[in-house]
């Protein structure tokens, strides 16, 4: 186990280089970049005061020099892989900061949003996808199949429009607030108070991002459940005169487990980051995707770089967890070898 875990965090290595390889060459040869886009403003004041005649190679390499152009591209790639691996991403081309900072000052959004999200999806759709495998072909099985599978073809953002104009204060009701992960006052608010506030915000946001997901999973225990209902050792469990919980929850379930780890990873992953960008633009919530958008249109390309070096490490390191887990779900999985 030792072995194998070494062996993947030095695999990650080669596959985080490639990923900041891929993206280095994407954003620095990219037409439109800050560069670019520097020396188009500085001639647009120039024809707007009145002052012809545009920049001159001073200038210019000036401005080259302000956002590290004025380097070859191999030592500005050395710079940057070196640094990332510090984890010292520079400073933003936009705003000057501290690009970890800047990062930082969104992550509680992202986060907010991810691990709720990814607990309400797996707390809420393992017991019903249970409920409906052992409900086979009930009238409850199939409402329930036609309300995930509605919910599954629906959108988020489209979700999170209906959502806000219905309970958002529109012409409706006003139950839920429109913007931001807290109120105004949320620092004058006793804890307690302050907890409600929260989740209050939260409630619409989780419900865009989980109702994709949650069918996905739904169908998938469902599935699995089946399956393993109906092999050998449930039978002989039951001829035992074990009860139908403990065949269920002490038999089945752990070998149903499997492939909802196997899912685990891009679950995760999905939930802080796919669809983020909508639903945070939706709800007003300043978050990592909403940063990452912006800076790919400002090209911003020292916090680009930063994100995406952010979620292939997260994502590594999730698919690392995922696997790891698979020992405790099922112990006849060892590692003790890595197939070559």
């Known amino acids: ?29 990219v037409p439109g970049g800050p560069v670019e886009q520097a020396i188009s403003e500085m001639r647009e004041r120039q024809q707007e005061s009145g002052k012809g005649g545009g920049l001159d190679a001073k200038q210019i390499e000036a401005i080259k020099k302000l956002y590290g152009f004025d380097k070859p591209p191999l030592e500005r790639y050395w710079l940057t892989v070196t640094s990332f691996a510090r984890f010292e991403f520079g400073k933003s081309f936009q705003s000057n900061k501290d690009v970890w900072t800047l990062i930082k000052e969104k992550l509680p959004v992202s986060i907010s949003l991810g691990i709720w999200s990814f607990l309400a999806t797996y707390l809420l759709s393992i017991p019903l996808g249970v409920a409906k495998a052992v409900r086979e072909g009930s009238r409850f099985d199939a409402v329930t199949s036609l309300v995930v599978l509605t919910g599954f073809a629906l959108p988020g953002f489209v979700l999170g429009v209906v959502l806000i104009v219905l309970f958002c204060g529109g012409t409706f009701f006003d139950w839920f607030p429109l913007r931001g992960l807290t109120s105004d006052n949320w620092s004058s608010l006793d804890w307690p108070a302050r907890i409600l506030d929260y989740f209050w915000h939260l409630v619409l946001p989780l419900i865009c991002l989980t109702i994709g997901s949650f069918a996905t999973i739904t169908m998938l225990t469902k599935n699995t459940f089946i399956e393993e209902i109906r092999k050998q050792y449930v039978r002989v469990a039951r001829a035992k005169g074990l009860s139908e919980r403990r065949v269920l929850y002490r038999h089945i379930f752990r070998n149903a ?3 909802l780890v196997t899912g685990l990873p891009a679950a995760l992953v999905s939930a802080f980051f796919g669809g983020a960008l909508l639903i945070e633009t939706l709800f007003s919530l300043d978050g990592l995707g909403l940063l990452s958008y912006e800076s790919i249109l400002r090209r911003d390309f020292p916090v680009v770089l930063a994100s995406v070096y952010l979620l292939c490490l997260i994502g590594l390191g999730i698919k690392l967890l995922a696997d790891l887990l698979y020992v405790l779900v099922d112990p006849r999985v060892q590692f003790g070898r890595v197939e070559r």
């Open 1 to 29: 186990m030792i072995r194998y875990f070494l062996t993947r965090v030095l695999l990650m290595l080669p596959t985080l280089l490639g990923v900041l390889t891929i993206t280095f060459v994407l954003t620095q040869f």
């Open 257 to 259: 487990l499997l492939p």
